[in-house]
């Protein structure tokens, strides 16, 4: 069988070939939900002293793909979370082989074979269950499977509320068992400055909620980095601006344009100054240092809620703008700093995402690369009106974790647009949310999202069909030490323990 990274399709479960088979009786279940998925009445068991996963003799991986390897050590101990067991009868050495079949293929599409052969994992990881003695089996299951979205994707807030290291650390774990492949970081906003800048020193120093104990050091974030890598998730920085900014101009000054009341400046600043190239400069150079940090060809600009009334009221921003033949339309200012803001992203070889706002207000939307939509009401009406302009969207508007969640479909439109639509994410900003309530405010309401970024719509459409399947999978995140909330009364045979 040959795989591709078209379909990002693969078949499990034909190689458990020397297993002992025992008599039927086990449940099993695979969230999010597989396009193809049977399910043979047969169970085997499995021994922890005898199983071991490995190449195929003809993979195109080996032995010594760091992922991969990685992804084994780990999946072994979340398949066998309890195997001190010793048994007596003897059994058969049994192996679950992975196999990739890709000929000439490049290594980036060598590398999206392997992060499919680790959704594999995943998948076969919650096929195996336990009966009242402790004995591990799986029934026998071939699966086919691939992702709805290629972008499925969970933003956290590091602004509003600091989250440790550890603690975004484990949420990428989860973000992997939920087949979650991009987190969406909010670095900064208003309330503070949490990324230490080598070039810019001063921005976390006086931005920061504390210079030393509430920053993001670049060691920390090559490790979050790294830690993503091996479980297939991408990490998206976001530097919203020229909104959202306060936080910045402690550390950098002449950045925020200063608001006036009446002839007088007020003593309070609004958002960036786009009138000033040596904010352009410091831009770039701030970038440019992001840039390296992070390998993902995306970087998100932000652009939401720009509130133009301070640009309004200074003199010379209403000078600039007569300058410029914009007369009093301050979207066109807007227009002009995002021009050179993606300016700035395509001399660092990277891809721009902005939010809805920019593309509301923008005088060439079609110039946008990737637009984010996130505001409430018909938000399908606005997906149409970013795809018709020939756009990417990302769909974040059925899934702020603040508001009630939506059962989100696909909408209406031609192929050509339906194909713009590359996914969407769920939201979880930070006004109330820290690392002490952060895993049960997302977990697993954002597992219902997973499910409709992956599964097929068609199949993943009853609420009533998903409740319990949900309920099964939250109980297997209690197990991995995930603080899950329960979805209403009941109980899981593995209940939260504190680790």
Known sequence: MCFTPRHFSWILFMFLLTLQRVAPGGEAGVWPMPRKMSEGSERYAL???????RYGRDSSAQLGCSV????????????????????????????FVIVMLCGTCKPKCLFLLILQRY?????????????????????????????????????????????PVRTILKTLDVMAYNKFNVLHWHVVDDPSFPYQSQSFPDLSNKGAFHPQSHVYTQADIRKMVSHARLRGIRI????????????????????????????????????????????????????????????DPYIHLGGDEVDFSC?????????????????????????????????????????????????????????????????????????RRVTAAG?????????????????????????????????GEVCLWGEYVDGTNLAPLLWPRASAAAERLWSDEAQTSSVSQAYPRLAAFRCKLLRRGVQAQPLFVGHCKHEYEDL
């Open 47 to 53: 021994h922890p002293q005898g199983f071991s996963f």
């Open 68 to 95: 991969l390897d990685a992804a084994f050590r780990r999946y072994f101990a979340l398949c066998f979370p309890e195997n001190t067991k010793i048994f007596n009868d003897d059994f058969n050495i049994v192996s």
């Open 119 to 163: 959704s594999g994992l995943e998948s076969f990881s919650q096929l195996i269950y336990q009966d009242d003695s402790n004995t591990y089996y799986i029934n026998k299951t071939e699966i086919e499977d691939f992702p709805r979205f290629q972008y499925r994707g969970i933003l956290l807030d590091t602004s509003r509320h600091f989250l």
């Open 236 to 295: 998206i920085p976001e530097f919203d601006s020229p909104g959202h900014t306060q936080s910045w101009g402690k550390g950098q000054p002449g950045l925020l344009t200063p608001c006036y009341k009446g002839l007088h400046p007020s003593g309070t600043f609004g958002p960036v100054n786009p009138t000033l190239s040596t904010n352009y400069n410091f831009m770039g150079r701030l970038l440019k240092e992001v840039s390296t940090l992070f390998p």
């Open 311 to 383: 640009w309004k009221s200074n003199p010379d921003v209403r000078m600039f703008m007569k300058k410029m033949g914009f007369g009093t339309d301050y979207g066109k200012l807007g227009s002009l700093y995002f021009k050179n803001m993606m300016n700035i992203i395509e001399t660092l070889n990277k891809t721009s995402v902005v939010w809805q706002d920019v593309f509301d207000y923008h005088s060439s939307p079609k110039s946008l690369d990737v637009v984010e939509v996130w505001k409430a009401g018909c938000y399908m009406c606005e997906v």
């Open 391 to 423: 756009v990417r969207v990302i769909l974040a508007s059925p899934w702020y974790l603040d508001q009630v969640l939506i059962y989100f479909c696909a909408g209406s439109g031609t192929e050509h647009q339906k194909r713009l639509l590359i996914g």
